[in-house]
């Protein structure tokens, strides 16, 4: 064993939840320690996830661009794409982003350990001085743990090292979820090795009906791969909007997705080099037989879900209570069963988002900070999916809206979308509804309960959503903002008209 350093707060890993936590906590004058086991700080989100993601899209969206550009009098054609700089360019993003967090994370006084927690004795155990709990931390492989004195610049200490703190904060996010009895091996991959493929797949079988699927069958369509999409539901995210759902899907057949509804896989046959057969049952209707199929894409993607990393010994063995889903229980504000111990981000019930977990350690920070703070509404995280188009939500469905009994008068506003100039300019089509509806114990004051979007810019214009939604604005007062023309946010300023009974171009 070896130096025990001690801190207000010790956090296990450095996805947006945990180095939230450390940036707030550290920001309200706390001693602050963040244990990552990867080389590189910031978790899924700035490595494997959300950055790198957005960074091939981004190229996507310039080839979408360029097949219009004759459209629009302009004489550009695509030439094919440049892997290697392709590749460049999404490590010079993650690598700048995360660079940025450990210079932020320096800057303001955390103490970052590059090694993994392998046991936990919780602040509330017996024979633990002052209340403090302690982390065992190890170096990957017998190597030395490194605490960062500076931004990029390690010091080695012993290959284990012990820390103490007072609380402890759990976030050590998800993993991909495999399919039911079938491992990732050969060409069935999951999404952390889909964005490090050397090339596009010229064909691909996707498994999976959530953003993660969507947004690599959308991206790699466009750059001219063939793409089958292979869902279990009826449709397409099948938690949200039906309205939304469905224009999507349309949009995304428009753009070339083959998508098979009803299937459910069965085996996936792979072998170096010779891509991947995927065998399927599909049953549309309970009237007819279940056909077995079979479809081979060079390579096949399971993005099915994520399962939180909380199987390992240290944490199933140190008494916090899990659901049957293997999440941590947690109060809202973060709070598990033991004292000083809070657990936050794709580790706990919710939508397993970067923005929620980001918020979701303001919070706990705050709170263990003794301030007064309002815990993340799950029902007003915004989700989007980077799509072409993309599709944004917030806020209750119309099924969910006509299933409560806390609401009356529930109606739904649909916008035709091609009425604005931005969006004819765009060369898309989208959809974009309002769900409205008073609250029983106020029947006279409608509000915007929900806001569900298909459209470019969908991820920007959802935030003005949210605020509305999140901070139950009565609906006429919505309808008052005044929106910047010609953009695409006057979409939404229309559809609030429209919903306030006073339509302006519909
Ligand atoms: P993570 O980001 O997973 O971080 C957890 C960290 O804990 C990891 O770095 C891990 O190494 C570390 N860790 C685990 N165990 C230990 C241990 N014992 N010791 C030390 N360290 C440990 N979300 C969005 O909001 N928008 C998007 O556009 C988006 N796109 C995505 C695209 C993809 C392909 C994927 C896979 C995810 C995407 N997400 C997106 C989801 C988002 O990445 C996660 O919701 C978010 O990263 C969760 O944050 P977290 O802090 O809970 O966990």
Redesign the pocket.
Known sequence: MGTAQSFDIAI????????STALRAAQLGKSVAL????AT??????????I???ALITATHTIDTVHRAAELGVNASVNGIDFGRLHDYRLHIVDTMTKGLAGLLAHRGVTVFH????AISTPGAAGNADNAGTLR?TGANGSPVEQFVRAGVAQPLESTVTISARNIVI??????RPLPGIDFRGALID??Q??ELDEFPASAVIIGSG??AL??ASMWCTAGCTVTLLIRKDRVLSSWDRRAAVTLTRELKRHGVTILTHTNVTQVDTGANLGATVHYTRQVSDSEPAEQRTVWGEIALA?IG?DP?TD?A??TQSGIQFDNAGMVVTDPYGRTNLPGVWA?????EG????????EQ?IVAAETICGLTTRPVDDATVPQ?V?SSPEAASVGLTLEQAQARDDLDSVSETVYPMLGNARMLMSGSAGSLSIVSGAYTSNPDVSVVLGVHIISPMASDLIAEAEQIVGNRVPLHDAARLIHPHPTFSETLGEALLKADGRPLNT
């Open positions: 296990i890993g450095a996805g947006p939840g945990g180095y244990i990552e086991r990867d700080l910031g978790g899924t989100c700035l490595n494997r996830g959300c790198p993601s957005k090694g993994e927690v392998t931390i976030a050590t996010g998800s993993r991909p999404s952390t889909a964005l953003a993660i947004e690599f993005a994520r990393i390992d240290w944490l936050i981000g794709d580790i706990t939508p397993a988002l970067a923005h929620r977990a980001f350690g989007v980077f």
